[in-house]
C-alpha cells in the first residue's frame, strides 16, 4: 500500500527503531479491539491521566500489570496482563530484529485517542529494564513523531502509524522523545468497528515489587 503521503515499507527510523507496517492481520486487529473494550469494563476504567501541573492529558488511558502515573510505576495490579500479549510482545521484538532478546515484558499501557486527542513530545523512562518498547496501533491512522534522546525537539522523523502496524524502539533509542501530534478522524477499516486510535505498549519495567 502505498496511498498518503507517508511510504509504508518497513524502516528503521533511528538505530534500534523499527516499524513493521501492517503487522497484525486484521482478524487479530479485531481481537485486540475487543480485549482492548474488554479490559474497559474491568475493574479499572481508561482514564485521562492528570498531570503534576495540573494539565489533564487528552488521551484515556488503561494499565494492565504495573500501574503507571506521572511518573513513576506503582506497585498494585489491578489487571493482569495476559499471557497472549506478553507473546504477542516477544513476536513483535523478533520481528523487528531477528530475535525477542528474552523479552518479558510486565506492563501495557493501552491508549485510546478520541477526537482531538494527541500526546505530547516524552520519553518513556520509568521503566529500569534496558528492554524495547513494543507499540501495537489500531484503528484511525496517526502521524507518530520519533526524535531524539537529547530534547524535545529535532531532528526528528514523523511516521505514519496505522492499523496493524508496529513500531519497536529499543537500544540507542530506547530513550528518544517520541509523540503523537495529529490522528486522522475517520481513517480507520470500518471493519474493525472502532472509531478513534487504540495504541497499546508493551514494557518491562525491570522492578520488582
Ligand atoms: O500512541 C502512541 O503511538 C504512543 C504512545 C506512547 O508514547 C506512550 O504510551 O508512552
Ligand atoms: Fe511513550
Not at 479499572?44 to 501541573?53: A, I, Q, S
Amino acid at each position: 500500500m502505498t496511498e498518503g503521503l507517508f511510504p509504508r515499507e518497513r524502516a528503521e527510523v533511528a538505530p534500534g527503531a523499527v516499524h513493521v507496517p501492517d503487522w497484525l492481520p486484521v482478524a487479530r486487529q479485531r481481537e485486540l479491539v475487543e480485549a482492548c473494550r474488554e479490559w474497559g469494563r474491568g475493574p479499572v476504567p481508561y482514564e485521562r491521566t492528570v498531570l503534576p501541573g495540573g494539565g489533564v492529558m487528552s488521551v484515556r488511558s488503561l494499565c494492565l500489570g504495573r500501574r503507571w502515573v506521572p511518573y513513576r510505576y506503582l506497585g498494585a495490579v489491578a489487571v493482569a496482563l495476559p499471557e497472549w500479549l506478553a507473546a504477542l510482545g516477544r513476536a513483535a521484538v523478533a520481528e523487528a530484529y531477528g530475535d525477542d532478546g528474552g523479552f518479558a515484558p510486565d506492563t501495557a499501557l493501552v491508549n485510546f485517542y478520541g477526537a482531538g486527542a494527541r500526546m505530547g513530545m516524552h520519553q518513556d523512562r520509568e521503566e529500569r529494564s534496558a528492554a524495547p518498547v513494543v507499540s501495537l496501533s489500531l484503528g484511525d491512522r496517526c502521524v507518530f513523531r520519533f526524535g531524539n534522546a537529547e530534547g524535545r525537539g529535532r531532528p526528528w522523523t514523523d511516521v505514519e502509524l496505522a492499523s496493524g502496524d508496529l513500531f519497536v524502539f529499543g537500544g540507542p533509542s530506547r530513550r528518544a522523545f517520541h509523540g503523537v501530534p495529529t490522528v486522522f478522524p475517520g481513517t480507520a477499516d470500518p471493519a474493525l468497528g472502532l472509531n478513534g486510535r487504540l495504541n497499546i505498549t508493551l514494557r518491562e519495567t525491570g522492578l520488582s515489587f
